[in-house]
C-alpha cells in the first residue's frame, strides 16, 4: 500500500509496514484509524513517480493524494488521485514537510505544476 501526496513538483511517497490486519487486507482505510501510525517514507520507481507527475499536469492539479497498490512481483497499480485528499496522519507518521510544501506552493516560493492540454501542448 503506497499513499503518494504530491504538492507542486514535489513527490512524498509513504507505505505501509508488512502485516496489515486481517480487517485492512483488501484495503487499508478499512482499518485506517489503527493503521495511521505505521506509514513509513518509501521510494518510488522514477517511472512511477515521472507517471504521477505527467497525471496532475494532464489533471491541471497542483496538489494530489494518490493511492496506488504495490503486487508481489513489484508492479505499482495506480487506484486513485484525490485532488483534496488528507495528508496530516501521513505526513505525521513518514515525518514528511508537506504542510510546508503546501505553504511554499501556495506562496509562490515553490514552483508549480502547469497543465498540459489534451493535444499535448501547453495551457496559456
Excluded at 478499512?30 to 513509513?40: I, M, S, V
Excluded at 505527467?54 to 485532488?83: I, K
Excluded at 496522519?89 to 508537506?98: F, L, P, Q
Amino acid at each position: 500500500e503506497h499513499r503518494v501526496t504530491i504538492v507542486g513538483e514535489r513527490v512524498f511517497a509513504s507505505s505501509l509496514e508488512d502485516g496489515l490486519s486481517e480487517r485492512a487486507h483488501t484495503d487499508w482505510r478499512r482499518d485506517g484509524q489503527a493503521l495511521a501510525q505505521r506509514w513509513r517514507p518509501s521510494e518510488l520507481p522514477a517511472p512511477v513517480k515521472q507517471g504521477l507527475l505527467r497525471l496532475m499536469d494532464r489533471l491541471g492539479l497542483n496538489y494530489g493524494a494518490a493511492d496506488l497498490l504495490e503486487t508481489p512481483d513489484g508492479r505499482h497499480v495506480f487506484l486513485e488521485c484525490n485532488p483534496a485528499g488528507e495528508f496530516y496522519w501521513v505526513e505525521r507518521a513518514a515525518g514528511h514537510a508537506i504542510t510546508r510544501a503546501l505553504a511554499e506552493v501556495l506562496a509562490g516560493k515553490a514552483a508549480r505544476r502547469r497543465a498540459v492540454a489534451p493535444g499535448g501542448g501547453f495551457d496559456a
